[in-house]
Structure formats: structure tokens, C-alpha cells
């Protein structure tokens, strides 16, 4: 018999399609030389509801263990995403925040990338971060932070002190939070009876089109369709309004929630409803079939770097990501496969990657000199990062790409 569990949206029977095995905690850098017996692993798995159709995560991680004053992501790492949320920012201040004394509030406002922009703009903002160390960047950039995970108490205190808010904005932070019905309901408190909650996040769509496996990890607990969403916000007193489709991480997509009946839902909520009922995304045997294929890439990579091994070729990891550690962990990729993985960001920089133990060193290790080929983990970044580094291409050096299937460019 398959696995289930109750559905962290619905309470529905959510039925098992793929399990990963055990996995470390993806953003978990590990100290040299610290005792392995250390290291935290858990279970991780993935399936779907059989009532509201939420894809999710069968088990989860507690929060503190993976949100906390070392939490290493920074957000700014990426100049493609400070000019995401810069625009972002931008066409807010022209339309939703375009009324008088406007206030807004950002759920896992990580450095301060997105709020900084408002802040800027003398907009009345809070962000909202429960990891202590990005929290503090953006307080240094002039962002008001509060210190805190946000669910229906926050809310409630934030409404108290501030009062509700015209705009109520998450990205990449909703997907990360199983404990739905505080959150809706803290928003449904908090948000302004004609204010929106817009957020962004990795779209189950794109995740199955293109078998973008490595977006499952710990962190992502939930893979959001525009029909998921829109039956988790009607049981919340709350309304899909609008979709937008985006390029970033891989594919995402940004729902836009009001108050249930005060705002008309744009025709591409129905478009989009359309597009994944066709393309049946949450049918379990779509899923399955999703399994097989990544089960494919597994075997393609690791018969790669082998045969790249033996062949006496180097071959190093290129963006320390956290979803690096599903395809690591999965693949049972070590340093015979691997040597190292470069990355841009200061706390993962001397450490080991969660798990698999691949040393993560700085930018400049990987033209000292360029290995054969590159594993480009941080593929949602594959423009920006194949372009700032030409010079590899141009040395002879060709990228190993593994989605949507395993090639080398
Ligand atoms: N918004 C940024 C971006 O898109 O780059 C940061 C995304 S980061 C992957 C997820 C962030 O959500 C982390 O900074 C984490 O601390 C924060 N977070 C996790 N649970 C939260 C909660 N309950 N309330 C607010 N933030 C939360
Ligand atoms: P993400 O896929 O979760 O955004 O993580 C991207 C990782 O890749 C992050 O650790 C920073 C790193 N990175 C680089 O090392 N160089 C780069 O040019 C970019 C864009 C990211
Ligand atoms: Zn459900």
C-alpha cells in the first residue's frame, strides 16, 4: 500500500508519488571537520491531495531548524533578482500603492531587496523574517524588520501596531510554510478589505514540464498550481484574482489574492485553470510519470560523470544551491564525481554542501584553472551566470546541464 498523509491546506488524503530517500537539510553548510553524526536527515517525499489537489511534501522539517540567525540564502546574490523586485517595487508604487499613506508588509523580506525600493520611497513597509542574520541586512539598508515567523498572531499584533495592510507580498516564502491555515488567516486579518496578496513561488506547471525535480527540498513544501491555489484561498474567505507567469527560478508564477468579491478575477485566472486541467498536472499518473523521468536523469548524470571520471576529465559544481542537495543526495554525487562547488555567497564559502560533502569555495577558484566541465546546479540563474562567464566557454570548458533532461553545452 502507498503512503499517506493529511493535507496541510485541506485535511484531505494526500497520496505519495516519488520519495527521494533521506535527505540533509538543504541550506545546512557543514563546518569542516564537524562530527557527521551531527548532521540532520529526514524523509523526503513528495504527493498529492486526492480533495484540493495542493501538491506537498509528506513530511516536514521544523522551522527553526531551518530558519534561523545563520540561515545562509541571501536574496541580493542575484543581479537578475534585484532587478526583479525592483521592478516589482516600481510597478507597485504606480498602482496598488498609488493611494494615501499606503503600508506594506513583506513575509520573509530576506536582505531587504524587494522592501529596500519601497523604503526608499518613504512607503510605510514592515518586512517580516524569521532568519536573524538576512534580517539584520536589511535593518542596515534602512528596511524595518520584525524578527519574526509570520502567522495569524503576528498578523494580528502587526494589525494592532500598524493597522491592515494595502499589500501583503511573499516570494519564494509561501511555498516554504506548511502551517497554511494560520498564515491565510492572518492575512485574511491583516490585508486592507480592498488591499491584495500578491505572491511568487516555483510553479508546479513548469516543475512537471521541464522535470525540474531539484526544486523539491526540504524548504519547499508546497508546489502551487493556479487551481491549488484558488481552492486554498476560497476555504480561506480569500480570492485568486490574477496570474502572472515569470521566468525567474526556473519558472514561477505570482498569484494575486484579494478579499473574497471585492475584486473581478482577471481572464487569466481562468486561462491558466484552462492550461492545467489540459495538461492534467495534478493527475497522479501525470505525477508518476513525472517519477519515472526523474528517475531517467539520475541514471543519465551519474553514467556522465562517470564516464567523465574515467576519462580523467575535472569536473566542479557551479551555484552551492539549495536545491543542489536533492540532486547530490539523490544521485549520490561525492568528490570523485565532483572536486568542488564555486559560489558567490560568504556563509556557504569553506564549508561543505549539506550531505553530499562537496568543499564550496569562492567565485575566483573556478578560473584557477578552469576545470573540463562545469555542473550547473544554479540553472534557474543559467543566462547570468554562462554570460559573466564566457571566458570558461572560451577556455574549451563546457557547462552539464540536468534539466529538463541530462546534456552538456
Ligand atoms: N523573498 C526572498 C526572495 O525571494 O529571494 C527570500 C526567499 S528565501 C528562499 C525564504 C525566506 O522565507 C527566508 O528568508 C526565511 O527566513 C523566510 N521565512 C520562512 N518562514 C517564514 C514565515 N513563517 N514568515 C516569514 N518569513 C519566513
Ligand atoms: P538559488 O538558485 O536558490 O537562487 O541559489 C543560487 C546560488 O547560486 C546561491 O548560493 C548564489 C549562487 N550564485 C553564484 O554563485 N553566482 C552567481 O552568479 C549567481 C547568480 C548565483
Ligand atoms: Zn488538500
Known amino acids: 500500500m502507498s503512503n499517506t498523509t493529511n493535507c496541510r491546506v485541506c485535511n484531505g488524503t494526500v497520496g505519495e508519488f516519488f520519495d527521494f530517500g533521506r535527505q540533509p537539510l538543504s541550506d545546512a553548510f557543514v563546518e569542516p571537520g564537524a562530527d557527521p553524526a551531527q548532521e540532520f536527515f529526514y524523509r523526503l517525499a513528495v504527493g498529492v491531495c486526492g480533495s484540493c489537489a495542493m501538491v506537498q511534501l509528506m513530511e516536514e522539517v521544523p522551522r527553526d531548524r531551518m530558519f534561523h540567525e545563520a540561515y545562509p540564502y541571501h536574496s541580493s546574490g542575484s543581479a537578475v533578482m534585484r532587478a ?3 521592478e516589482l517595487a516600481k510597478r507597485l508604487l504606480t498602482t496598488e500603492l498609488a493611494r494615501e499613506d499606503p503600508f506594506v508588509v513583506e513575509l520573509g523580506c530576506n536582505d531587504g531587496v524587494m ?16 532568519s536573524g542574520g538576512v ?47 494560520s498564515i491565510l488567516a492572518g492575512v485574511k486579518a491583516l490585508l486592507h478589505p480592498g488591499g491584495v496578496f500578491v505572491f511568487e513561488d516555483p510553479y508546479l506547471g513548469d516543475i512537471i514540464a521541464r522535470t525540474s525535480f531539484d526544486q523539491i527540498y526540504d524548504e519547499h513544501f508546497f508546489f502551487f498550481s493556479a487551481s491549488s491555489v484558488r481552492a486554498m484561498a476560497a476555504a480561506h474567505g480569500l480570492e485568486l484574482v490574477d496570474v502572472e507567469r515569470l521566468p525567474v527560478h526556473g519558472g514561477e508564477v505570482r498569484y494575486t489574492l484579494a478579499h473574497a468579491g471585492a475584486r473581478t478575477p482577471s481572464d487569466a485566472v481562468a486561462a491558466l485553470v484552462a492550461e492545467e ?17 526523474v528517475l531517467r536523469i539520475r541514471t543519465d548524470l551519474v553514467a556522465l560523470l562517470r564516464r567523465l ?28 564525481l565532483v572536486a568542488y562547488v564555486c559560489d558567490s555567497t560568504p556563509a556557504k564559502i569553506g564549508r561543505l554542501t549539506p550531505g553530499a ?11 584557477a584553472p578552469y576545470p573540463d566541465y562545469a555542473l550547473l546546479f ?7 551566470i554562462m554570460a559573466k562567464e564566457q571566458a570558461f566557454r572560451d577556455a574549451g570548458g563546457r557547462w552539464i546541464r540536468y534539466v529538463p533532461d541530462v546534456h552538456v553545452v
Open 115 to 130: 522592501l529596500k525600493a519601497l523604503a526608499d520611497a518613504g512607503v510605510r513597509h514592515l518586512g517580516v523574517e524569521p
Open 84 to 86: 526583479h523586485f525592483e
Open 135 to 181: 534580517a539584520d541586512v536589511a535593518a542596515l539598508k534602512g528596511v524595518r524588520v520584525r524578527k519574526s515567523f509570520f502567522e495569524e498572531q503576528t498578523a494580528r499584533e502587526i494589525l494592532a501596531e500598524d493597522g491592515p495592510a494595502d499589500v501583503i507580498y511573499a516570494a519564494n516564502t509561501l511555498c516554504h510554510i506548511p502551517y497554511m491555515g
Open 277 to 293: 486541467r489540459a495538461a492534467a498536472i495534478d493527475d497522479p499518473a501525470t505525477l508518476r510519470a513525472f517519477g519515472e523521468r
Open 378 to 384: 544554479a540553472w534557474n540563474h543559467a543566462d547570468e
Open 309 to 336: 571520471r574515467e576519462e580523467g576529465s575535472v569536473v566542479v559544481g557551479y551555484g552551492a544551491t539549495a536545491k543542489s542537495a536533492t540532486v547530490t543526495n539523490f544521485c549520490g554525487i561525492d568528490t570523485d
Open 357 to 367: 560533502h562537496l568543499p564550496v569555495r569562492e567565485p575566483a577558484a573556478f578560473a
